[in-house]
């Protein structure tokens, strides 16, 4: 089954933050079996596969959207502002996260999350899941149905929080092992080992997660780090032997290439040093950091210290799904301070696409080269929108794609493809014309 798909694509193959450029053509992209085989002119494509099926789009297709830090049991609860990060865990996000025990409520939302997240653009997510194992459980469930690449796990704390959330070293060791025999590798789910922070964990759980994670290459790691002054300053009471926030996860054998760490907002240039050695990611979510007061990112000492970045949304404590607002948001914690990193479109779109598909190992994600999996994502504007004439009246590529992280919404956004699979769609989507393709 092939399928040719002619318009405007725009990607950032290589990292803009070394040299990279955005690459803005109208071209035609062959795809066979979710697999981009070909990326040139039309008339090669037709002449190359002449029964194929063409689909001509308007508007821009851009990578599918990787969104590196989301909480499943969060959604309901986007908007809670006024609170520092403390206060808004106790009075906002706890509470709700205490409602996923109950399986109709949790396998409810499950289904919600991931088609939100697919409605945003979000094509591969690495997830906080829920406390609850039967809540994850559920979640894994609707990912496997949603065809979205999610990486996810359970959500382990024995301390700090509200009691119903905690859980012991023991239960938890064989909660995550029950899930990661029963999810890991399943189609395009993976598995990550997720103490919530280690406000909320003690020595005995960070080995557990730490055991885990080193016994097996196919997991993943994450958690939060250095979110909020007053989190770092009470991480550093509880663990005063750890030389520093980093080290309480360094020392149980949690970072390495497949760690991402969400936030870090306040690091020292020690414990930059470390994650840049260990290969492990940070996950920046401006969103969320402006509404919880927690700071500005400190993008230009990460870059300095060779810290890979990628974009997460962070919801609830973002204030949405949509990796396109994060992109404009992180453009604007770098404007307002005299450090900060100077960044195009053309790196926003690298942060939102290939940058989280680097940070998640999905080597086969992240732009639309040929040989690339088909996920991506078409923008359409609104018809009679301020985007559609503003993207209209776009000199040149790059003010093109600025039109679309200033003004592109979700209702914007046509059609979402994974592996070449249309995984959500607007109701007026011409892209739905092509029925060959499975509706999910
Ligand atoms: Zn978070």
Known sequence: MTTIYYGQVMDVPDSPFTGGELRSETTALTVADGIITSRGSLSDAKSAHPDAEVIRFDGILIPGMVDTHVHFPQLPIIGGLGMPLLQWLDECALPQEAQLSDRTYASDLASRFVGALARAG????????????????????????????????????DRNLHSELHTTPEIAHEEMAGLINTWKGQGKLRYAVTPRFSLSASEAMLQVCGDLFTADPELFFTSHINENPEEVRVVAELFPDFGSYTDTYHRFGLLNE?????????????????????GSSVAHCPTSNASLGSGLFPMSAHLDAGVQ??????????????????GLQAYFHQQLQTEGHPLTPAHLLYLATRAGALALDLPEVGHLGEGMAFDAVHF??????TFEYVLGQAPHASAALASLFTLGTEADISAVYVDGEIVSQRSDSSDKVHTALSLR
């Open 309 to 326: 970045i990628a974009l997460g949304s962070d919801v609830g404590g973002g204030t949405g799904l949509s990796l396109v607002k994060e």
């Open 380 to 385: 359409s504007p609104v018809e009679g929108s």
């Open 122 to 157: 979000t094509t591969s997510a690495l997830v906080f899941g829920s406390h609850f194992a039967s809540a994850v459980d559920l979640l894994f469930d609707a990912a496997s149905r949603s065809g979205l690449r999610i990486t996810t796990g359970l959500v382990v704390s």
């Open 258 to 278: 497949r760690s991402v760490l969400a936030h870090n907002v306040h690091p020292t240039a020690p414990e930059l040093r470390r994650l840049a050695e260990a």
